[in-house]
């Protein structure tokens, strides 16, 4: 049984799987940020780098001045400048390091974000599944109980009624929602929560193989009918173009949207 779902609670979901999304962006955010920080720190050391080898080429041209007070000293500075490099290499490596953790840390998140959001997705999919379900439902508890009336209405007598038939010919199947069956006439309807130009096309071909599917009304006259919670404006002058019965809610109540000159199809 479909379970009792409510617009408010779908809409609570969206708005719980938005407001987790933009959690997790601000988080990606804020890693960005960080490593857009190590970055710039990088360029700082860079440029404190270049002031070292502007400082450095100024040592060498003074060492080379000062050649004559011994090679010591110059090894000396040699030996400075290498461990700095050393120093600068290290520090580098080591932010890379981070960075790429940070992006790995990212991509992480992202993951287990994507793998939540299939979930709530599968979740939502399935309450719409159900409410959908229950809407189905709805339009045949509105709709059913007045066709037999407005079909009266419309000058088909009704001497038997039943739902929800299901047969089988030349390997297909034909359903059938509602039938009301009188000495002379079939009226077939289909009942859909919205109706569309598909629902009627397919609504036709039934109609036009029922009397293979129930050989026991092949004497006769086969008359159509479809109806909707709502029904859209193309469907319903398809329908009506192809002779079949229209039907729909007004108000609290359910009407014949065909109006008084429509002639219905005969199969």
């Not at 290290?90 to 790429?100: G, K, Y």
């Not at 092949?218 to 709502?230: F, L, P």
Request: aromatic share 8%; hydrophobic share 35%; with cysteine.
């Amino acid at each position: 049984m479909a379970s009792d779902v409510t617009p408010t609670e779908v809409w609570a979901l969206i708005k719980e799987i938005g407001e987790r999304q933009k959690a997790t962006e601000e988080r990606l955010n804020q890693s960005i940020a960080l490593t857009d920080r190590r970055y710039a720190e990088d360029r700082e050391s860079m440029a404190e780098f270049r002031e070292s080898m502007g400082e450095f080429r100024q040592s060498l041209a003074e060492l080379r001045d000062s050649m004559a007070r011994g090679q010591a000293e110059f090894r000396e500075s040699m030996a400075q400048f290498r461990e700095s490099m050393a120093q600068f290499r290290e520090s580098m490596a080591q932010s890379r390091a981070e960075a790429d953790r940070r992006h790995a840390e990212a991509d992480r998140r992202h993951a287990e974000t994507e793998r939540s959001m299939d979930r709530a997705y599968e979740r939502l999919s399935r309450r719409l599944g159900d409410l959908g379900d229950r809407i189905g439902e709805f339009a045949e508890a509105l709709i059913i109980p007045a066709v037999e009336t407005l079909m009266q209405s419309r000058g088909h007598e009704v001497y038997g009624v039943g739902r929800w038939f299901k047969r089988r010919f030349d390997g297909r199947v034909g359903e059938f929602d509602y039938l009301l069956v009188n000495a002379e006439q079939v009226v077939a309807v289909e009942v859909k929560s919205r109706l569309t130009s598909t629902d009627v096309d397919e609504h036709l071909q039934r109609l036009k193989d029922f009397k293979n599917y129930f050989p026991e009304y092949a004497d006769r006259a086969i008359v159509g009918a479809v109806a909707g919670m709502v029904v859209d404006d193309e469907a319903a002058k398809h329908a009506y173009r192809k002779g079949l019965y229209v039907l729909e809610p007004c108000g609290e109540a359910v009407r014949i949207r065909n109006d008084g000159d429509f002639k219905p199809r005969i199969w």
